[in-house]
């Protein structure tokens, strides 16, 4: 199995983040870090072009040789999904009908996303950071209006573990190529 490697510094679970204020009231915040071996300039295209319909969500290759080849993530970097903006519409995983707006395009240091889905209210920073040589990257999600927020901060924050440790996992694969 895969190491759970993705806990944040304490100064990003307490510090404030850029798309703080899409969700100024949240009932769940879920925040992961992970250093990657490549400077920002280098992780940026990965998170650029990451997301349901474009190039995938990034996994180690032992975990995608059991995925079905159409359902695997690019392993390069495609060109046409660099080009972002703020107002950019892409598509998400939670659901036939979701879809995150770009709402920061800062290259190569942040990106935040925002959803509305019914009475949630989402949204999804990542953050890169040079460090000693490689990137630290923090990702913080932030939502509001959860039926049940225990459930979601514990049945959401499981789910989120696995998905941002497989997705760190690959992206080390990725980006050491």
Same mark, same amino acid.
């Given at each position: ?115 509305? *889905?019914? &009475? =949630? ?6 953050? $890169? %950071?040079?460090? !000693? +040589? #490689?990137?630290?990257?923090? /990702? *913080?999600? &932030? =939502? ?6 225990? $459930? %979601?901060?514990? !049945? +959401? #924050?499981?789910?989120?573990? /696995? ?11 990725? %980006?050491?190529?």
């Amino acid at each position: 199995m895969f190491g759970f490697g993705v806990a944040p510094l304490p100064a990003e679970r307490t510090g404030a983040a850029a798309g703080d204020d899409l969700v100024p009231r949240p009932d769940v915040v879920m925040d992961r870090g992970f250093t990657l071996p490549a400077p920002p300039e280098r992780v940026w295209p990965w998170f650029a072009q990451l997301g349901k319909n474009r190039a995938g969500w990034y996994l180690p290759a032992w975990i995608e040789a059991v995925v079905p080849r159409r359902r695997r993530a690019l392993r390069r970097l495609d060109p046409a999904l660099q080009r972002l903006r703020p107002g950019d519409v892409i598509d998400d995983w939670g659901g036939r009908d979701a879809t995150f707006e770009i709402v920061t395009h800062d290259p190569p240091h942040t990106l935040v996303h925002r959803s509305t *889905r019914g &009475r =949630l209210e989402i949204s999804w920073a990542i953050h $890169l %950071v040079a460090a !000693g +040589g #490689g990137t630290r990257v923090h /990702l *913080r999600f &932030r =939502l509001s209006g959860a039926r049940h927020p225990r $459930l %979601v901060e514990y !049945g +959401g #924050g499981l789910v989120d573990l /696995l998905t941002v440790a497989g997705l760190a996992a690959g992206l080390r694969e990725r %980006v050491t190529r």
